[in-house]
T-cell receptor, first 115, second 115 residues
Framework: AQSVTQLGSHVSVSEGALVLLRCNYS??????LFWYVQYPNQGLQLLLK??????LVKGINGFEAEFKKSETSFHLTKPSAHMSDAAEYFC?????????????FGSGTRLQVQP | DARVTQTPRHKVTEMGQEVTMRCQPI?????VFWYRQTMMQGLELLAY????????DSGMPKDRFSAEMPDATLATLKIQPSEPRDSAVYFC?????????????FGPGTRLLVL
């Protein structure tokens, strides 16, 4: 069974500082990897995903993530935080081995951006 | 701008009452998912459909929950009878059947409170 671990349920950064949100997965076969963002009282929106090819993936709003198979990680970064980045971020995986499309989510990390 | 729509957005009901939530997937999408979000359990899959056929409903309490797709433009999730522990945000998502790699597009959710 797959699982996703997000270290840090809350992360606080200053505006302009580096954002680093951590995600590790557990799976016998490297899964497809996703980062979603959820703003208050809204649904989830895809930031970026890794399926195949280049391991550094660029997404919307200046975010990027790097798939590291040896570390079973898919950490999300942004060089300079903006106030509008304050939201909850979810790392998720789907099973590449079976083709099962449902997502398994991590517990989420709430990002606060201080002025 | 194609979006997943969900109705109602908010629902307050009393224990024992039937609750029906509706979802209109993005036109052309052949896979529909129901997820539930709670503080304690996070985001968890309830059921999903491909081409209107249920593929996985293992996350759903079978005695009180049921999910259907009467046609390609409508998915429903019913709870009968409802219980206070069902209070949560219920998300519908849709996508194209790309063997796990495809993006899921989430609706805004139905916030359910069972008193």
């Amino acid at each position: 069974a797959q699982s996703v671990t997000q270290l840090g349920s809350h992360v606080s950064v200053s505006e302009g500082a580096l954002v680093l949100l951590r995600c590790n997965y557990s799976s016998s076969v490297p899964p497809y990897l996703f980062w979603y963002v959820q703003y208050p009282n809204q649904g989830l929106q895809l930031l970026l995903k890794y399926t195949t090819g280049a391991t550094l993936v660029k997404g919307i709003n200046g975010f990027e993530a790097e798939f590291k198979k040896s570390e079973t990680s898919f950490h999300l970064t942004k060089p300079s935080a903006h106030m509008s980045d304050a939201a909850e971020y979810f790392c998720a995986v789907s099973d590449q081995g079976t083709g099962r499309r449902a997502l398994t989510f991590g517990s989420g990390t709430r990002l606060q951006v201080q002025p | 701008d194609a979006r997943v729509t969900q109705t109602p957005r908010h629902k307050v009901t009393e224990m024992g009452q039937e609750v029906t939530m509706r979802c209109q997937p993005i036109l052309g999408h052949n896979t529909v998912f129901w997820y539930r979000q709670t503080m304690m359990q996070g985001l968890e899959l309830l059921a999903y459909f491909r081409n209107r056929a249920p593929l996985d409903d293992s996350g759903m309490p079978k005695d009180r929950f049921s999910a259907e797709m009467p046609d390609a433009t409508l998915a429903t999730l019913k709870i009968q009878p409802s219980e206070p522990r069902d209070s949560a945000v219920y998300f519908c998502a849709s996508g194209l059947g790309e063997q796990g790699a495809g993006t899921q597009y989430f609706g805004p959710g139905t916030r359910l409170l069972v008193l």
